[in-house]
């Protein structure tokens, strides 16, 4: 829902990120007793290190993937499947969720090992190869759908299922292969962090 028209920073912030916030944003707006007292109160949740939920319910899709991109930190975006299923690709697998961050960082191991429950595993990758043309402007921050199936083919545990992520998007028309072969051409998919 919409916040209101006297809504303030935070309740915008909320809003576009689905409750999920980092300690960071709301250190700005909010005094450090303020945010331990709504999390005491169970008004609010703290996910994993760094990482708070506005409220205090289970994760929702949305909410998981904004807490799978804000805990691997700056630069982050989703990739892989789980940017071509929010492009609209059916058919693959939901989880783990993968993210892509620049190759010049590493992702927040800690904060990704301390998930809670109900929330998926995520499997960071790094990539030192993403121009802007590569991005797509979504929320949370994702690859295009181009990028995320060539990614997603190449992290892909086989051939067939490699060609089927890729056979998905063409006939489901989010790509067509032409598009797919000039991304191939700039893209290399990467090994996750850590392997």
Not at 63 to 77: D, E, H, N, R, S
Not at 105 to 112: E, F, G, K, Q
Not at 172 to 193: D, M
């Amino acid at each position: 829902m919409l916040p209101a028209d006297d809504a303030d920073a935070l309740d915008w912030l909320a809003f576009e990120q689905a409750g999920v916030l980092t300690t960071a944003q709301v250190s700005s707006l909010l005094s450090e007793g303020t945010v331990r007292g709504r999390i005491r109160s169970g008004r609010w949740r703290s996910i994993c290190r760094g990482i708070l939920l506005t409220t205090n319910g289970r994760l929702s899709r949305d909410q998981q993937l904004w807490v799978a991109v804000l805990a691997a930190g700056p630069g982050a975006m989703l990739a892989g499947v789980t940017a071509a299923a929010e492009a609209g690709v059916r058919g693959l697998r939901r989880e783990p969720l993968h993210v892509l961050v620049p190759a010049a960082r590493r992702a927040a191991r800690t904060s990704l090992r301390r998930l809670p429950i109900d929330m998926p595993a995520v499997l960071v990758h790094r990539t030192s190869v993403l121009p802007d043309s590569h991005r797509q402007l979504a929320r949370p921050p994702r690859t295009t759908t181009a990028r995320a199936l060539i990614d997603a083919a190449g992290w892909a545990v086989g051939v067939e299922e490699a060609q089927g992520v890729l056979a998905g998007g063409c006939q489901q028309r989010r790509v067509v292969p032409e598009e797919s072969c000039r991304r191939c051409s700039t893209s290399s998919p990467e090994r996750p962090a850590g392997t």
